[in-house]
């Protein structure tokens, strides 16, 4: 009920109480005065009739005259409706003034009556006159609205009621409403309630609502009257069936499964499941995690979008770890007490080739015997890899250029690593062995192991001499128990294999006589003399060293060693011409006075035990009676006159003669020669004493001579032999000899070049001065000691052919000179000749002297 009916209302209840004060004090005036006269009419008609429409003739009906209406002052006085009607005075006829409305002049008041007060006066007189006006079904019933919007819970239960707002209608009576028609539906029935203000509609729930099957339901409510025909209207009921959390969220596959692969990258999208919620709202948003049973470990490994549902990777996948995984995804709803659902996803993981194979070395031997058979078991290889199928398909290589192998073994991926062939520790004493291990992925993975076989030393090598045989130069007068020199032996062996031990190896022959006095340092080969040598005594000797190893059994080797003593200047010049018979040097000679400048008057011989430079003797005058008359030849020592002899020059001359040697400190010896010039005859005397004493030498010299020429012979015979022999079987190292050559000058010396190592030296006689130089590559006069080397055919042909010619044209010089001798003491020669019997004398000795250093 609105404000506006209720004004209504209350206006008629004070018209109604005027009109009660109003009768009431008419009756008071009339019991006053006793004059007053009133009557009351009741008139019917029906609303919305026209203006001017006569409701009743009120003069007619109250009697009065119709002539005297209008001088009585005929009228309506007083009246909640005079507005609507009007009175003729002239006929006394109420008619209606202007269009009446029921509804709006009684509205719900039934019946509705308008009363009127009709006043007369002369006599005065008042009329009461009712009007009622009848209902006419002139309006339709109305709601208060065109739409009307309920909510309503799903979760409301069949029963449940909603009560409606009544439709209104102005009409009254049978006019106004009546009843209620409700469309048809599958969930509300309609109920109506009379009260005293109308009709009530109630909307009754009879099914229970799902808003997931049906969210908006609209009906229409119809009103209808009870007029004839009837009016009608209506409402449209627009129920929401309002949400609640009663659906679980629903995932659109059965089954997640998907296949991976394990290098797959941080940050991958694998997957995305999706879940379906029938709620709204709240209700219907659905949000993904991973289920809470699903452990750590894949937590680190898989996560999940909360909002797009997508799984991502966030660990490192490893398919030799774990090849298969189930997670479980829940998806839930934001109600107020969420719903949930889990869905498993099934990941496979597809191995890819990322593992390198792996190998492992057992049972290794790190030392190997060198002297191991082939097929010995130096280790057991085992290769793994950690991919499956060809991934994990792996062989096994090492490489073939080392004595050993892979035997594969009756297990997959088990080898035995085994010797091939022969060891040498002194060849290779380490063997790096490279393992390849190789998959059949593809990309194909490899690994590279390397182990280190070590060969251990069996006592299999000698000890080895630097040098075979060993030549070294001692000089001469050295001090005893000093060390002179060392030899030196290595062995390929190792450790007490090779630790050797030097000793003399002493025989009881003559030979080695020499090793008594010297001896060896076992530890360090150092070899020292008990005594000292002497040059003049001995001047080459050789012996043996024993080199012995520490293994077990102990090996050996020999070496020889030759030993050449080296000449010092400790010996002084002997005269060997002219001794007298109490041993001094000092002689007399005789020469005719008749002889010619240039006459050979004598020689001084000397001797010199000393070789080279040392034994190259010089000859000068200190002292001589007349210097004009003689003249002393400084490397032959003769003494030949300068002029000749005259009447005045005395017939005895006195010469003293120095002879040095040439030595760092010289040494030196003089001889006296007397010379006396005598008449030819005397001279000629002289001479038959000094035939007889050559006839006795001839016989001597002779001997000498044949037993010279014979040595040499044999001796060259021998060599060329050896030579031969040893130089066409194979390479061999000599040792240093004395080569050397005959130079006669007039003494008994000699001249010999040597070379130790780098070191060439050179022992000149003397007809060598001191600034004589040696050509390289002559063998004459030089101690030769050829280089360790080999030489090719060619080489040892061109060598052999050169000292065959060398030999030759030597020994026959020396036939030639023997040849000459003998004619000359035969007395082929003349005494002027430049060969003189002291001078081939010399050279016999010479010869004698150079087969003894041989």
């Known amino acids: 009920m609105d404000f506006c009916n209720i004004g209504k209302m209350e206006q008629r209840r004070r018209s109604h109480q005027l009109e009660l004060n109003a009768k009431l004090a008419f009756i008071a005036v009339s019991l006053l005065f006793g004059r007053a006269v009133w009557a009351q009419i009741r008139y019917s008609i029906s609303e919305e009739q ?68 009709i006043a007369l006066e002369n006599p005065l007189e008042i009329h009461y006159v009712i009007v009622e006006i009848l209902d006419v079904n002139d309006h339709s019933p109305l709601f208060p609205e065109n739409e009307k919007r309920l909510e309503i819970w799903e979760s409301a239960l069949p029963g449940a009621r909603y009560p409606l707002q009544a439709a209104r209608d102005p009409d009254s009576g049978s006019n106004s409403v009546q009843t209620y028609k409700l469309s048809h539906n599958d969930h509300f029935r309609l109920e109506i309630k009379d009260r005293e203000d109308g009709k009530i509609p109630i909307l009754i729930l009879h099914k229970p609502l799902d808003r997931e099957v049906t969210k908006n339901i609209k009906l229409v409510l119809a009103v209808f009257d009870g007029g004839r025909p009837p009016k009608s209207g209506s409402i449209n009921i627009l129920i929401d069936v309002l949400d609640i959390n009663d659906n679980v969220p629903v995932f659109t596959k059965e089954s997640y499964t998907v296949v991976l692969n394990e290098n797959a990258p941080v940050g991958t999208t694998i997957a995305q499941v999706n879940a379906t919620d029938l709620d709204e709202g709240q209700n219907g948003q659905v949000v993904y995690a991973l289920g809470n049973n699903v452990n750590d470990n894949l937590r680190e490994l898989f996560q999940v979008n909360p909002v797009t549902g997508e799984i991502i990777v966030t ?32 990941i496979k993981i597809v191995d890819v080739n990322d593992n390198a194979p792996e190998i492992e070395v057992t049972s290794f031997s790190s030392a190997i015997p060198e002297d191991s058979r082939p097929g010995t078991t130096v280790a057991l290889i085992s290769v793994t890899d950690l991919d ?27 080898y035995s690593l085994v010797t091939s062939g022969v060891l040498d520790r002194e060849s290779k004493f380490q063997y790096d062995i490279t393992l390849v291990a190789k998959d059949a992925g593809q990309p194909s993975l490899s690994t590279i192991k390397t182990i280190t076989a070590l060969i251990s030393d069996v006592n299999d090598n000698i000890p080895e001499f630097s040098f075979s045989p060993y030549a070294f130069y001692v000089m001469e007068n050295n001090v005893p128990g000093k060390c002179l020199f060392s030899v030196s032996a290595t062995d390929k062996d190792s450790n007490d294999n090779a630790i050797i031990s030097y000793q003399i190896w002493r025989e009881s022959s003559e030979e080695n006589k ?23 005594t001995v001047k080459t000797f050789q012996f043996h060293v024993l080199a012995t190893d520490s293994g077990t059994p102990s090996l050996s080797s ?24 109490n041993g001094s040097a000092e002689g007399v000679e005789e020469i005719p006075r008749n002889v010619n400048a240039g006459h050979l008057v004598t020689k001084v011989r000397a001797y010199d035990a000393d070789i080279g430079y040392n034994g190259w003797l010089l000859f000068s005058l200190q002292e001589v009676t007349d210097h004009s008359l003689f003249s002393l030849d400084r490397y032959t020592g003769q003494i030949r006159s300068l002029r000749s002899f005259t009447e005045t020059d005395e017939a005895q001359h006195k010469l003293l003669i120095l002879v040095k040697d040439n030595g760092n400190v010289s040494l030196s010896a003089t001889a006296t020669v007397i010379v006396k010039v005598v008449e030819p005859k005397e001279a000629f005397a002289a001479s038959d004493v000094k035939n007889t004493v050559k006839d006795e030498e001839e016989n001597n010299v002779t001997l000498y001579l044949i037993i010279t020429l014979g040595s040499v012979s044999v001796l060259f015979v021998i060599s060329i032999i050896v030579l031969i022999v040893t130089q066409c079987s194979k390479s061999t190292d000599y040792s240093s000899k004395y080569l050397q050559d005959t130079n006669y000058d007039g003494t008994l010396c000699h001249s010999i070049q040597y070379r130790s190592g780098d070191k060439r030296y050179m022992l000149v006689g003397p007809r060598m001065s001191i600034g004589s130089t040696i050509v390289p590559g002559s063998n004459g006069n030089t101690l030769v000691i050829p280089d360790r080397r080999r030489r090719d055919s060619g080489e040892v042909s061109k060598w052999l052919m050169h000292l065959c010619i060398t030999v030759a044209v030597r020994c026959w010089l020396l036939s030639v000179v023997l040849n000459m001798l003998r004619l000359f003491l ?29």
Do not use: W
């Open 388 to 414: 499956s199928g060809l991934n994990g398909k792996i062989s096994c290589s090492i490489s073939d250029d080392i004595p050993f192998k892979l035997m594969p073994s009756s297990h997959d991926n088990i």
């Open 558 to 581: 020999n070496v020889t060693v030759n030993v050449f003593i080296l000449d010092q200047n400790d010996n002084v010049p002997v005269i060997l011409y002219p001794v007298s018979a």
């Open 826 to 854: 035969k007395g082929t020669f003349l005494v002027s000749t430049s060969f003189s019997g002291p001078d081939l004398l010399d050279l016999g000795f010479t010869l004698l002297k150079h087969i003894n250093i041989k």
């Open 514 to 536: 020499y090793t008594s006095f010297i001896n060896i340092n076992s530890e360090n080969g150092e070899i020292y003399a008990l005594k000292s040598f002497d040059f003049e």
């Open 315 to 346: 660990g490192v996948l490893d398919f030799e770890v774990k090849d298969i995984y189930e997670i479980d995804i829940q998806a839930s709803d934001k109600g107020i007490v969420p719903l949930a659902t889990d869905k498993s996803v099934i």
């Open 50 to 117: 026209k203006d001017g429409a006569a409701v009743g003739n009120i003069a007619k009906d109250l009697g009065i005259d119709p002539r005297t209406l209008k001088e009585r002052g005929f009228r309506i006085v007083s009246t909640s409706g005079e507005s609507m009607f009007s009175l003729n005075q002239n006929d006394g006829v109420l008619y209606v003034n202007g269009k009446i409305d029921r509804e709006e002049v009684c509205e719900r008041s039934t019946p509705c009556l308008i009363n009127l007060k």
